[in-house]
């Protein structure tokens, strides 16, 4: 009775990831047609053809900080050497209790300098506004503490450009990031949101806010991640964004239209998800006013950013990201099959809602019923093969795939070593670091139901010195 | 059960269902494994061509330096090129191509000469992808005598891609006679970011101006009108080139037009702020009454160059009353413009909720 | 046509450095667009002066600290240390530094030249002129050492 119980469980997780692993493998497919087209574009855009020979609009980037007094100083540094002839650096100092203010106005001879907000979302209140006297371009916004998001809509308070660049204070941009990113805007004026690529700064040498030297990490954890950032990557946001139907714009990395921000309400200060929030939310206003629009995603790598390193870190990590995402998805839940708003509402929403948001459940029960059921000899051998080569086996493929991608598109990670190292991973991955991933990510959402507050513990060594 | 045994006993007792998955399965786990072996493969290739890159550019750059220098001629470095790594070639002095100007430039193009036929060739006809770079080539190394073709390309009905580097190409290498062309194609690309478009008509020059300004007034006639997105990008265009007769004509068309399109306005506004004189005014003020926000405050900061005492009040009232704080701000700003500091110290004096937009406006105590 | 560009330059611009008593000044390229840098070497160079080549600010800031260049060459985008920073941290004109920077942004050019700058080129440039514009630079350092401090 037990084992028929167990048996039937069993199918129905096996299920879970037959729709899971077909789902990732049509993206999969999608994905491969839009990298060949792309890698084409790719080499027939030339920066700094772009750079010298077109007017481009104003950006300004907006980078919230909170107690980052190690690193405010070399970080604002990379921002102000991104090229692109006409960028703005707002760094919003959200009431640090260290020395972030004090390392700035020394660093950049700050004066305090009256400057007019062109918008009126709430935030917290404004101390006073600094402009440093060595880069007219910089400018320092002192508030009192309000979170990332609160930061962040003071920064788009302050915008005066068209577009504003939302990134961490962590995230290293590439030299061509803005420009890169910027494309999209100008082949296409409804553009409204582009997110980019964030890759693992991990393991890489990192001088000067620049990656010199692109290298696996050494350390395990670290270098699982870049195995799933890249399937993220190439199975998620690439065919996301052929279909049109794009949720997830990294907290570390977008451009966005300023007077579409602001129309829809800025940032929500209510969610740990909030740079997903923002997006879903544009998607939603931007349908329900029936505008045409386009929120897209660049596949080119323009952003680099260091990951959790450390187990603790890490699970913190992947806790407020799955509470966030799930906010986010039980918010907005009126789109869930909702024929009113499209592709997205018909597939990109279900697809998140269930499989991203939920589905870590149905993964970690299913990989202890299938241990347990193993255990019990409640599961025929033919079984036993078909759950480990769907459940593992086509999750190690698509990783492999994603390995793949990776080579024939964007070729960044030069060592053979490396590669070879990063066609190995997906075997270690599946048995180890995935079922670890989903229960993290289980307590996540165990913790969004019994809606734990606060914020998980992100401690970073920042990248003044590199890993060698 | 031995391994060997398992492969045969396995299909077998397995239900139907189940044995489709497994092979689906299967297939596509070996199948990753050998696209892994291939793209192994031309990692290992990709390597070889990155080291033979190396090479080839580092036995071209000492060259390229003496035949900038005129210590050399052209033909020391073309000779030294493959006719089939042409492409490579011409990849390698695109970077330089982009920071020289003058009379190395000149020394340059000499270099990449013997090749554009081949290049011509390729803008002509075959991937969307392949022509555009082909054209950015032109642009980068040829001269006017490719207008012709870039002109045949605008003509035909090549990709938007194309017309797109077509049209950019011919504004660097075009004349004056090329804006009708341009303009037409316009009407294909309206996706295309405005300022784009407009630093293109910008780049041929003040002989074109004429000719913008006869597409702003539209008077082409009714059968052929030119769309209001077409006539923003003139009005830019001009605005950037700083010319003066359009001045009177933009000013003409806010007084007599009734329906023109708010963009077109906003333009001609914006126009008007840079080349218009104190007596255009007048066209100006009855937009800052305007329905529409962005009309409004392109009219306010029209009036920031060219209004008087009397634009006093109307601006004080978008200052303290309009409902978009844009507008706002760019009347706090033309008032500043016009050095009308009166309508400023009351905002301040009163700590109207608005007083923070006129930060840094006022001029310092002392 | 092209020549007369060239004499021009050798004319009015490199004029006074013919008597220039130390052609050896060595000037410190602070460049990060490397098609600039080399392009400016190989003039420099031919000229009789040693450069420098560093891609970092911080190696930069490094190398003034112990060795006295003639002149900087820095891009305003470098990074580790911008130029605009690197004009900030030495004293003034001692090394003058000239920036390089993308055409574009008139109001940057006026005030990096007001805050300090000895000269700013803007990409794209012609080589020869930018070489002699650097080496002028040297040649009143060298004609009025006293003038700056």
């Known amino acids: 009775m037990m084992d028929t119980a167990l048996l039937w469980a069993n199918y129905l997780v096996l299920g879970y990831f037959v729709v899971l692993n077909s789902g990732y493998l049509l993206m999969s497919a999608v994905t491969v047609r839009s990298l060949v087209r792309y890698r084409h574009l790719l080499r027939t855009y030339d920066p700094d053809h772009a750079l010298s020979a077109e007017t481009l609009p104003p950006i300004t980037l907006i980078a919230p900080a909170y107690n980052e007094a190690a690193t405010c100083v070399e970080s604002t540094r990379a921002f102000l050497s991104i090229d692109y002839p006409n960028a703005e650096v707002l760094v919003v100092n959200d009431g640090s209790t260290d020395q972030t203010l004090e390392k700035l106005i020394e660093a950049f001879e700050l004066e305090p300098t009256a400057r007019p907000p062109t918008a009126t979302l709430p935030t917290a209140e404004v101390r006073e506004t600094y402009q440093s006297q060595v880069h007219p371009s910089l400018w320092v916004i002192d508030k009192e503490n309000g979170g990332k998001a609160d930061a962040l809509n003071t920064g788009i308070c302050y915008c005066n450009a068209p577009f504003f660049c939302a990134m961490d204070a962590d995230t290293i941009v590439e030299r061509e990031g803005l420009i890169r990113m910027v494309r999209p805007f100008l082949e296409e004026r409804s553009t409204v949101a582009v997110g980019g690529i964030v890759r693992v700064a991990n393991g890489c040498t990192v001088r000067s806010g620049r990656v010199r030297d692109v290298a696996l990490p050494r350390a395990w954890l670290p270098k699982l991640q870049v195995l799933e950032y890249l399937r993220a990557f190439f199975f998620g946001r690439v065919a996301w964004d052929e279909i049109g139907a794009m949720l997830i714009i990294s907290g570390a990395f977008g451009l966005f239209r300023r007077e579409t921000v602001v129309e829809v309400g800025g940032y929500a200060t209510d969610t740990v998800g909030e740079d997903m929030e923002l997006v879903v939310r544009m998607h939603r206003r931007l349908l329900e006013q029936k505008k045409d629009y386009h929120i897209r995603f660049l596949p080119d790598p323009v952003a680099w950013t260091e990951v959790p390193s450390t187990l603790r870190v890490l699970r913190s990590q992947r806790n407020r990201w799955q509470r966030g995402l799930a906010e986010t998805m039980v918010r907005h839940q009126r789109m869930l099959f909702n024929p009113r708003y499209g592709v997205v509402g018909l597939v990109a929403y279900p697809f998140f809602y269930f499989l991203e948001t939920f589905g870590p459940i149905v993964e970690f029960i299913g990989y202890l019923l299938f241990v347990f059921a193993l255990l019990k000899g409640a599961l025929s051998l033919p079984f036993t093969v078909a759950f480990l080569l769907v459940a593992f086996g086509v999750g190690t493929a698509l990783s492999l795939t994603a390995v793949v991608l990776e080579e024939l598109s964007f070729r960044r990670y030069k060592r053979t070593g490396d590669l070879l190292q990063l066609f190995g991973l997906p075997l270690v991955e599946a048995f180890g670091y995935r079922p670890l991933n989903a229960w993290w990510r289980m307590r996540g959402l165990w913790s969004y139901f019994r809606s734990e507050e606060g914020w998980g513990v992100m401690e970073r060594a920042g990248f003044n010195t590199s890993e060698a | ?366 | ?149």
């Not at chain 2, 700590?351 to 006022?362: D, V």
Request: glycine share 6%; net charge neutral.
């Open chain 3, 1 to 149: 046509m092209g020549d007369a560009l060239v004499d021009l330059t050798s004319l009015n611009l490199c004029a006074p450095m013919r008597d220039s008593p130390s052609p050896k000044a060595s000037i410190l390229l602070a460049l990060e667009h490397r098609p600039s840098a080399e392009l400016l070497r190989e003039h420099l160079r031919r000229q009789g002066h040693e450069t420098v080549h560093v891609e970092d600010g911080r190696d930069a800031h490094q190398y003034l600290e112990t060795e006295s260049p003639g002149a900087v060459v820095a891009g305003t985008r470098l990074p580790g240390r911008t130029g605009r920073e690197l004009v900030r941290l030495v004293p003034p004109f001692d090394p003058p530094v000239v920036l390089l920077g993308r055409r574009g942004n008139d109001g940057e050019v006026v005030q990096a030249l007001e805050q300090g700058a000895a000269d700013y080129i803007t990409r794209p440039f012609s080589p020869p002129v930018a070489a002699a514009r650097v080496r002028r630079v040297l040649s009143f350092r060298e004609a009025f050492p006293h003038a700056a401090a």
């Open chain 2, 1 to 366: 059960m031995g391994g060997l045994t398992l492969f045969d006993w396995l299909p077998r007792s397995t239900p139907g269902p189940l044995l489709v998955l497994m092979s689906v399965a299967l297939a596509f786990f070996l199948l990753a494994g050998i696209a892994a072996l291939v793209a192994m493969g031309i990692h290992l290739f990709d390597k070889w061509l990155d080291r033979r890159q190396c090479r080839e550019r580092a036995a071209w750059r000492p060259r390229l330096y003496e035949v900038l220098m005129q210590e050399a001629a052209p033909a020391a470095l073309i000779d030294h090129v493959h006719p089939l790594r042409f492409d490579a070639f011409l990849a390698f002095l695109t970077p330089y191509a982009s920071t020289i100007e003058g009379n190395e430039m000149n020394h340059l193009q000499a270099l990449a000469r013997p090749f554009l036929p081949v290049v011509c060739e390729r803008a002509k006809a075959g991937p969307p992808l392949r022509r555009t770079r082909a054209l950015r080539r032109i642009g980068l190394f040829g001269g006017s005598r490719h207008v012709p073709l870039l002109r045949t390309i605008l003509q035909e009905d090549a990709p938007d891609l194309v017309l797109r580097a077509a049209m950019r190409e011919l504004g660097r290498l075009g004349t004056a006679a090329d804006v009708p062309l341009i303009l037409e194609t316009i009407d294909q690309l309206t996706d295309m970011d405005r300022r784009q478009i407009s630093s293109i008509l910008y780049e041929l020059g003040e002989e074109a101006a004429p000719v913008l300004r006869s597409a702003l007034v539209n008077e082409v006639g009714p059968s052929q009108e030119r769309s209001p997105f077409v006539r923003v990008v003139c009005a830019e265009a001009l605005r950037w080139l700083g010319d003066a007769p359009s001045g009177p004509t933009a000013a003409t068309l806010l007084r007599t037009n009734e329906d023109l399109d708010p963009e077109v306005r906003a333009s001609l506004l914006r126009l008007l702020r840079r080349v218009g004189r104190p007596h255009h005014a007048a066209a100006v003020r009855p937009y800052c009454e305007s329905p529409v926000a962005f009309v409004r405050i392109h009219a306010a900061r029209a009036l920031g160059s060219l209004g008087a005492a009397r634009d006093e009040a109307p601006l004080e009232t978008r200052l303290r009353i309009d409902d978009n704080r844009w507008v706002a701000l760019s009347a706090a700003n033309a008032l500043a413009e016009l050095e009308r500091w009166a309508p400023l110290h009351r905002l301040h004096d009163d700590s109207h909720p608005r007083a923070s937009l006129i930060a840094g406006l006022l001029p310092s105590p002392e």
